[in-house]
């Protein structure tokens, strides 16, 4: 209970437990990562919704990658308490680095986040097949702290957030990669969220070599070699935010949904 305390103080949105088990049965966790763990804390932080609603894609762009910083110090913040208490604790990566070892491809987490958040009571998954957490719907960022300690799992929500007739993620999606019921085709999400990560740069590069020397030169200068570029430098790879900002759960203010 102080853990999750903490997590609120420290600015966490929402906060929950599950044990280690409950993530091994449905194969959500690697388990090398810290084979001696018992429980996991899962956390949520919030966007902005004003930066998502925005027009402006790198007000986006800025909001996500505060809102994976927040992820990040709290908690590492949380695995320092514990580790204070005598417990081993480790803070999941919430995005990169992720494993880019073959087979793996910088596509699965160490541990899947949102099976983590939906056993630890913090949401439920949404249609797009985001979790969506009361009061904020899917407009959160979500963080796990492994620990040794034998924490008490939080209750498990059995409510579904999303209203009966909704579809406006499933219509909205510009890469038609969310055919509903949670599901997601991750190659159609993928060719427009990443279309400036590993994604655009394999082609790019591949284009790069195939091309003449005046080419080259023309593909030096061009669009997406500066947001290539950019995606480097800052650390951001998304390019889409469409299934998050319209979803009308928690769209307007905290008491709602
Ligand atoms: C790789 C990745 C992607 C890939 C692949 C997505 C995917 N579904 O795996 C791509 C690039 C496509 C992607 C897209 C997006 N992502 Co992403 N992504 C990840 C990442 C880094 C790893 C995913 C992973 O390892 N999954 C593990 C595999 C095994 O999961 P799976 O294939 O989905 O299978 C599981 C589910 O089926 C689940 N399951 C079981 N029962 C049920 C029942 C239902 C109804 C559902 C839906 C699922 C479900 O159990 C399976 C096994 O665990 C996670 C962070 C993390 N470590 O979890 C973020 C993460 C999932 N992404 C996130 C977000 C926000 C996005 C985007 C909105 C992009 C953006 N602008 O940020 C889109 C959303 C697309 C969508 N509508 O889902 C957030 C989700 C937050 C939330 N509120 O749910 C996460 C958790 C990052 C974070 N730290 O907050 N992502």
Not at 100 to 118: E, F, P, Q
């Amino acid at each position: 209970m102080e853990i999750q305390k903490k997590a609120i103080r420290l600015g966490a949105v929402a906060v929950g437990v599950c044990s280690i088990e409950s993530l091994i049965r449905t194969n959500s966790v690697v388990l090398d990562v810290m084979p001696a763990a018992k429980s996991v804390v899962a956390i949520a932080c919030s966007h902005s919704r004003a930066a998502l609603d925005s027009k402006n894609l790198q007000v986006k762009q800025n909001d996500t990658m505060a809102t994976y910083e927040k992820v990040r110090t709290v908690s590492k913040e949380l695995a320092m308490t514990l580790e204070g208490q005598g417990h081993s604790a480790l803070a999941i990566p919430p995005f990169l680095p992720m494993d880019m070892s073959d087979g793996k491809y910088g596509m699965v987490g160490s541990v899947d986040l949102k099976k983590a958040a939906v056993e630890a009571g913090i949401g439920s998954y949404g249609k797009s097949g985001l979790v969506l957490v009361k009061g904020f719907g899917p407009r959160v960022r979500l963080g796990a702290v492994l620990t040794s300690a034998p924490l008490k799992p939080t209750k498990k929500r059995s409510g579904f957030l999303c209203p009966e007739e909704c579809r406006i993620c499933l219509s909205g999606c510009p890469g038609k990669a969310l055919p509903g019921e949670g599901k997601v085709d991750k190659r159609a999400c993928g060719r427009v969220i990443l279309q400036f990560g590993l994604r655009g740069m394999i082609k790019f590069v591949g284009e790069m070599i195939e091309a003449s020397a005046e080419r080259k030169a023309e593909l030096l200068k061009s669009y997406p070699f500066r947001e290539l570029w950019q995606t480097l430098a800052s650390g951001n790879y998304y390019f889409c935010f469409v299934c998050q900002a319209l979803c009308p759960v928690g769209k307007n203010a905290r008491t709602h949904g």
